[in-house]
Every structure is written in C-alpha cells, then in structure tokens.
C-alpha cells in the first residue's frame, strides 16, 4: 500500500512517518512526505495513493482544499490537526478519522486501525448524531437509503443516521459484504432474510430489521445466488 503524508511541521511529519512504518510494517510498499498542497496534488496525479495523513494548516493553505480538488480519487483520508472544531467539515469529505493534535501513539494507532480494518466487522463509520460526529460499526447497518445528494444509514436496532455522501461515494468506505441492491439502496449482506417475488418481475427483499427493500432486475441475479449460496 502507498502512503502519502502532508504535513509541514517537520517533527510532527517524522513523528508521523514513524508510526506509519511501525504500524503497516510489511505492507508498506511507499511513504511518500510533502509540506504544501500543490506538492501533494503533484504525487496523487503521478501515482495512486491509498492513504492520505492531512493536516489543515498547510503554511496558511487550507488541507481541505486538497480534498476539494482531489475528490474523485479514491484514496482515504485521516486528519490530523489541532483545529478539532474543524472535524465536522471533515465528515463532509468522509474521511476516515480526525486526530487532534497533539496526539498520542495510541489515538493514532487506533485511527490507522481504522483504515486495516475497513473490510472487516470491527471497521466503522463516521456518522452526524445530535449535532457531533460519532462512529457506528459496520456491522450495525441494516441498509443505507439514497437521499438525494446524501444517504440515510439505518441500523439494524431500527435507529437512523444522516450521512454528507452521496450514496455512490458512501459504497466505496463499505466492506465488500454491502452489495447494491437498487440505484437507490445499498443492503448489508449478513443480515438477508427473505428475497420477495412479485408478479411483473418485481422483486424486495427483507433483512433482519426491514421489509420490502427494492431491488432491482439488473440485481436481482446476483442477490438470488448470494441467498442461496
């Protein structure tokens, strides 16, 4: 994996770079460090990043105007900064995690821990309740419901969560289990009930916590076999 870290305190950037390496270990194939955005913009056009360690204060540059022009790569993103009042802009991005600074090893770990463990069942997301940015298990969606330029999460304890991302973007944090059902519904594998059939070839399916969710025709092949299989 290729990590690229954009920080311009160089102390804060080696601290970085060694918790980088002591955390992946192996599975390091790059690190690559850059203090400015249009540095940064340079290295993610030449070579694929897979995470990205941001910091906001960039020289008097904003770190989120980073993400801005770079949105349609498909890297992740953990912030870094000591403007935590600045983590609900974040959330817009679908960052992975922000790590206030000054941080310690193990708030950092654990926020690398959440890139390692995306496609497994300990992998979380960051969710808006009551005005704050708190993380939901992925194994706690139910189903993710498009609305509009955004996404509605429900939980399998039949609770709601709003989410920035369109439902589009939102797929790319799932684990590989999330399969998408209908343009408009993206559905937790592990908790499939019962696949309805109707007359005029119209199908929905029910999971543990709700019933008739769309799928579509185009779908409905490969969720036929994933229920049977």
Same mark, same amino acid.
């Given at each position: 994996?290729?990590?690229?870290?954009?920080?311009?305190?160089?102390?804060?950037?080696?601290?970085?770079?060694?918790?980088?390496?002591?955390? #992946?270990?192996?599975?390091?194939?790059?690190?690559?460090l850059h203090?400015?955005?249009?540095q940064?913009?340079?290295?993610?056009?030449?070579?694929?990043?897979d995470?990205l360690?941001?910091?906001?204060?960039?020289h008097?540059?904003?770190?989120? !105007?980073?993400?801005?022009?770079?949105?349609?790569?498909? #890297?992740?993103?953990?912030?870094v900064s000591?403007?935590?009042?600045?983590?609900?802009?974040?959330f817009? #991005?679908?960052?992975?995690?922000f790590?206030?600074?000054? #941080?310690?090893?193990?708030?950092?770990?654990?926020?690398?821990?959440?890139?390692?463990?995306?496609?497994?069942?300990?992998?979380?997301?960051?969710v808006?309740?009551?005005?704050?940015?708190?993380?939901?298990a992925?194994?706690?969606?139910?189903?993710?419901?498009? !609305?509009?330029?955004?996404s509605?999460i429900?939980?399998?304890?039949g609770?709601?969560?709003?989410?920035?991302?369109?439902?589009?973007?939102?797929?790319?944090?799932l684990p590989?289990?999330?399969?998408r059902?209908?343009?408009?519904?993206?559905?937790?594998?592990?908790?499939?009930?019962?696949?309805?059939?109707?007359?005029?070839?119209?199908?929905?399916?029910?999971?543990q916590?709700?019933?008739?969710?769309?799928?579509?025709?185009?779908?409905?092949?490969?969720?036929?076999?994933?229920?049977?299989?």
């Amino acid at each position: 994996m290729n990590v690229l870290i954009l920080e311009d305190e160089p102390l804060i950037a080696q601290g970085l770079e060694r918790e980088v390496r002591a955390h #992946f270990g192996a599975r390091l194939t790059a690190l690559v460090l850059h203090d400015n955005v249009p540095q940064a913009l340079a290295a993610l056009a030449e070579e694929q990043v897979d995470l990205l360690l941001l910091d906001l204060n960039l020289h008097g540059a904003d770190g989120y !105007d980073l993400l801005r022009l770079a949105q349609t790569a498909p #890297f992740q993103t953990i912030i870094v900064s000591a403007h935590a009042e600045r983590s609900i802009t974040a959330f817009e #991005f679908g960052v992975l995690d922000f790590v206030a600074k000054p #941080f310690s090893r193990e708030r950092l770990h654990k926020a690398l821990q959440r890139y390692t463990g995306r496609h497994t069942e300990a992998a979380s997301l960051a969710v808006k309740k009551r005005g704050a940015l708190e993380w939901i298990a992925m194994a706690d969606i139910d189903h993710v419901q498009a !609305d509009g330029h955004y996404s509605n999460i429900v939980l399998r304890s039949g609770e709601q969560c709003f989410h920035d991302l369109a439902i589009d973007k939102l797929m790319a944090l799932l684990p590989p289990h999330f399969l998408r059902v209908h343009r408009s519904y993206i559905v937790n594998s592990l908790g499939f009930k019962r696949l309805q059939i109707a007359a005029g070839g119209k199908y929905a399916l029910d999971t543990q916590t709700s019933t008739g969710i769309p799928v579509s025709r185009s779908s409905y092949p490969a969720l036929k076999q994933r229920l049977l299989g």
